[in-house]
């Protein structure tokens, strides 16, 4: 009998703990955000606390791409270049590349592992590499999305490992997203590579949506406990490209649903901003980093740089150029993938198309400049070096990806080739 007071006051405490932890004000739940942009006017389609902090966790890396590609465009690094790995980079937690200090790895390889594997060995490898420690490195990045208009950011690292003052928003991310693309029209299709083998090891593309929604090539997760799952995204339709952000998902499937859900309602022509569901954070202690598992997360050149051009099943990108044609360009077939009015939209055209092509070791791209009788002045974006059953099968391939694609004979290739090229050549 002298233990029933002991139970009962033990049932009370237990009742008490449920009707304290239910009475929590509903402000210890942080609600995900997020936004939908047009990719060539910046105009929002639809927001949702766009400007809501958050951590950015893996998205981190695209800053980290945006100063890495800028330095290639301006010459300073090569893609070819070997960096060197340290032993504080090798240190980083996963997910990572197995990086050992001391190891010198190719530029191309580190930007690949960055984008399919979201390795943190590797882009602190790109940080300490171009500005001497990850520190200086992320005063860079912040310095750079001041210049982009991202009010709300600030970096601490390269890689988007847990940092207390390491801080973004949805429309700030959706502006270096549309950055990317904007500025970097031929290391963006970087990001359409859905496999990357290094080392004997391939690594899958933590971009589930890119097997699973039709027309999107890119870009990037993150996942850290602090912050919930977070996807920023880029896909095309009928010549349309839309970027969107999600932050703070309770799971990787619910972002990807949600990233899926408005995206097609603003593909659909939809202004009106979906009901989002309110996201309550996993507040434990951060285990360490961002988990394999876990992360399941315009500079218009003239010139093309080489090994531009990644395969969505690659070891390294494949080396292509634009050029004029051989004399015996004449033998094979090529595949059109547009024509128009600009020089640079032509070139943005045929790198584009050239990166969805699921093996395109061997061709080429190239812009047939119109030619001094043409009645209507366009450029021609094609690609080269196909047999016809390849060129019919690339086209078929490139048109469920909404790619607009013409095959074209190897003798109308010669034909045209003379009249736009044979006076100059």
Request: a positive charge; hydrophobic letters at 45%.
């Amino acid at each position: 009998m002298s233990s029933r007071p002991f139970i009962f006051r033990a049932i009370f405490c237990v009742f008490a703990v449920i009707v304290f932890l239910w009475a929590i004000p509903a402000v210890q739940a942080k609600t995900e955000s997020s936004i939908v942009l047009d990719a060539e006017s910046g105009k929002v389609l639809s927001e949702h606390n766009a400007d809501l902090p958050n951590y950015p966790a893996s998205l981190t890396k695209m800053m980290t791409l945006y100063l890495l590609f800028d330095a290639v465009e301006q010459g300073k690094v090569k893609l070819d270049q070997r960096f060197t790995v340290s032993r504080w980079a090798a240190a980083q937690a996963p997910s990572k590349l197995g990086l050992v200090g001391g190891q010198a790895i190719a530029v191309r390889d580190l930007v690949l592992a960055i984008i399919t594997k979201s390795a943190n060995d590797a882009a602190v490898t790109v940080a300490e590499n171009m500005a001497g420690s990850e520190s200086a490195f992320a005063e860079r990045m912040t310095q750079k999305a001041r210049a982009l208009g991202m009010t709300s950011t600030a970096y601490r690292n390269a890689s988007g490992l847990p940092h207390p003052a390491q801080l973004t928003t949805a429309r700030d991310l959706a502006k270096l997203a549309r950055a990317l693309y904007r500025d970097f029209p031929h290391e963006y299709a970087y990001f359409a590579t859905e496999e990357f083998t290094y080392n004997g090891v391939t690594h899958v593309n933590h971009n589930h949506l890119m097997q699973s929604f039709e027309g999107m090539d890119g870009i990037k997760t993150g996942y850290i406990r602090a912050s919930g799952f977070n996807l920023a995204a880029s896909a095309v339709r009928d010549n349309r490209r839309l970027i969107g952000v999600v932050m703070g998902g309770l799971t990787a499937h619910a972002r990807d649903a949600e990233m899926a859900h408005l995206l097609n309602t603003a593909f659909a022509g939809s202004n009106s901003a979906p009901t989002m569901m309110t996201a309550e954070r996993d507040d434990d202690a951060e285990a360490g980093a961002n988990t394999s598992s876990a992360n399941t997360l315009s500079h218009r050149t003239a010139r093309a740089i080489a090994a531009l051009s990644p395969v969505s099943r690659a070891e390294a990108a494949t080396p292509v150029r634009l050029h004029r044609p051989h004399a015996d360009a004449a033998e094979r077939w090529s595949i059109q993938v547009g024509a128009f009015a600009q020089e640079a939209a032509a070139e943005k055209a045929a790198a584009t198309a050239m990166a969805r092509l699921p093996a395109n070791r061997g061709k080429a791209m190239q812009v047939m400049a119109p030619g001094h009788t043409d009645k209507e002045r366009y450029f021609r974006a094609r690609i080269l070096n196909f047999s016809q059953r390849e060129a019919e099968k690339a086209c078929h391939v490139l048109r469920k990806k909404h790619i607009d694609c013409a095959v074209v004979a190897p003798g109308a290739a010669q034909q045209q080739a003379a009249a736009r090229f044979g006076a100059s050549s």
